[in-house]
């Protein structure tokens, strides 16, 4: 059983479509995460959500909007897609927010926007 | 605000050398500090975590870290290297000023020579 699953793993889609990402993390955990990795490895976090409640939300179009269904849930939908929005995309889960809990990651979603 | 810096976005190691990762934190507050390892196509996985307690930390496959304050330092060693160590290791730190924000470096690609 994959403890943080999102599909699809890869996405390829013109630009101005709108697309979604999904995950799920079976771990019971409280705390679920989006992180973009750019193609330099950079990793930045977009959203964190906290029981359903989005407790991160950094500066990121807002084009880009989470929606947590549950606790064991946390898609991100894309409106619009542009060139730049190409990259690998994270979903992760921890136990609670605290600072010092490890985050388990999803295998990435790469998405490719021509 | 938190920020990590490694030095070296890649080492190159024999196998059977040490292998030495260096990272650098800012925090005005003592922080929490991570490293995990990115291996093709997958997601991160934690290797280690600093959290208070004995300055040097022993994580999985052998890998090591030691917290210095004073230099503010989060090195990651490993005795001698496996061809398997080969991937993108990432520092991370963690501290109130940040919220539950954790931040990011950049990464270090680790490889390994026959």
């Known amino acids: 059983d994959t403890a943080v699953s999102q599909t699809p793993k890869y996405l390829v889609t013109q630009m101005g479509n709108d697309k979604s990402i999904k995950c799920e993390q079976n771990?019971?955990?409280?705390?679920m995460y989006w992180y973009k990795q750019d193609s330099k490895k950079f990793l930045k976090i977009m959203f964190s959500?906290?029981?359903?409640?989005?407790?991160i939300n950094e500066t990121v179009p807002n084009r880009f909007s989470p929606k947590s269904p549950d606790k064991a849930h946390l898609n991100l939908h894309i409106n619009s897609l542009e060139l730049g929005d190409s990259a690998v995309y994270f979903c992760?889960?921890?136990?609670?927010?605290?600072?010092?809990?490890?985050?388990?990651f999803g295998q990435g979603t790469r998405l490719t926007v021509v | 605000a938190q920020s990590v810096t490694q030095l070296g976005s890649h080492v190159s190691v024999s196998e059977g050398a040490l292998v030495l990762l260096r990272c650098n934190y800012s925090s005005s507050v003592p922080p929490y500090l991570f490293w995990y390892v990115q291996y093709p196509n997958q997601g991160l996985q934690l290797l280690l975590k600093?959290?208070?307690?004995?300055?040097l930390v022993k994580g999985i496959n052998g890998f090591e870290a030691e917290f210095k304050k004073s230099e503010t330092s989060f090195h990651l060693t490993k005795p001698s290297a496996h061809m398997s160590d080969a991937a993108e290791y990432f520092c991370a730190v963690s501290d109130r000023g940040g919220g539950f924000k954790t931040i990011f470096g950049a990464g270090t690609r680790l490889f390994v020579k026959a």
């Open positions: 992760a889960s921890s136990l609670r927010p605290d600072m010092n809990t490890e985050a388990f």
């Open positions: 959500y906290n029981n359903k409640e989005l407790i």
């Open positions: 600093y959290t208070s307690a004995a300055t």
């Open positions: 771990l019971g955990h409280d705390t």
